[in-house]
């Protein structure tokens, strides 16, 4: 089983839906907070909710805001980047730069892409976790090849 756990994180790694922060999460987590990083994905996507809610409001606003909404992506991307949410981060710095150029069509269209990838990592990270339980503990986090 813990092979196959290895496979499927490799798997989240090749496809670019995972970057090195993930890794580095999972070196933070012991046998005093064995979850730890499946905690931490859960707190980012329970308050990433309100992020893209806001973003939702934003978008519309017609004039749009884009400080506003290049605001509100800017705290999105931070918290996506802090879980090594790879796919979703460049969706994010996509949109940003739709904000900057003031093109609007560009930011909902991008949006629409941001919200797919943010709910196909999580979609993955919840099998991938689920798992996890039923594979038991890991010896020791390890970056992938």
């Not at 994905?41 to 990433?48: H, K």
């Not at 802090?82 to 900057?100: D, H, N, P, W």
């Not at 943010?118 to 503990?137: I, S, V």
């Amino acid at each position: 089983m813990q092979r196959q756990l290895a496979n499927m994180k490799q798997s989240l790694f090749d496809q670019g839906y995972l970057d090195e922060q993930f890794i580095q999460l999972e070196e933070l987590q012991d046998d005093t907070n064995p979850n730890f990083v499946e905690e931490v994905v859960t707190l980012y996507y329970r308050d990433s909710v309100r992020l893209i809610q806001n973003i939702e409001h934003a978008l519309d606003k017609n004039p749009l805001d884009f400080a506003k909404l290049d605001s509100h992506m800017h705290q999105f991307k931070g918290s996506s980047s802090s879980i090594g949410a790879r796919k979703v981060k460049i969706e994010c710095t996509q949109f940003r730069e739709y904000c900057r150029a003031g093109n609007g069509e560009g930011c909902k269209r991008t949006f629409q892409q941001v919200k797919k990838e943010y709910a196909t990592l999580k979609k993955k990270l919840e099998a991938y976790f689920q798992f996890a339980r039923q594979a038991g503990p890991v010896e020791k986090a390890c970056r992938p090849k």
